[in-house]
């Protein structure tokens, strides 16, 4: 079973790491311009972003690739 991960580049990593490092690299305005969703357009927070990413699959999808490209 601990095979199953091992090239997985964001394994370990919690979404909440995630977020907070591309919003410190990035900050919120900009990731609302390359990932077009309301949580990081209006009233961003990580608090709600967390909360939408966690129910929605291809959002966290999208935030998952961005994040690859950014420090990987």
């Known amino acids: 079973m601990s095979g199953d991960q091992k090239n997985n580049p964001l394994h370990g990593l919690k979404?909440?790491?995630i977020l907070e490092a591309l919003v410190e690299k990035h900050g919120w305005e900009e990731l609302g311009y390359r990932i077009n969703i309301r949580c990081f357009n209006y009233d961003?927070?990580?608090?709600s972003s967390?909360?939408?990413?966690r129910r929605t699959?291809?959002?966290r999808e999208k935030v998952e690739r961005l994040y690859l490209r950014s420090f990987k």
């Open 15 to 17: 979404l909440i790491d």
């Open 50 to 53: 967390l909360q939408f990413l």
């Open 44 to 47: 961003p927070s990580i608090k």
């Open 57 to 59: 699959p291809w959002a």
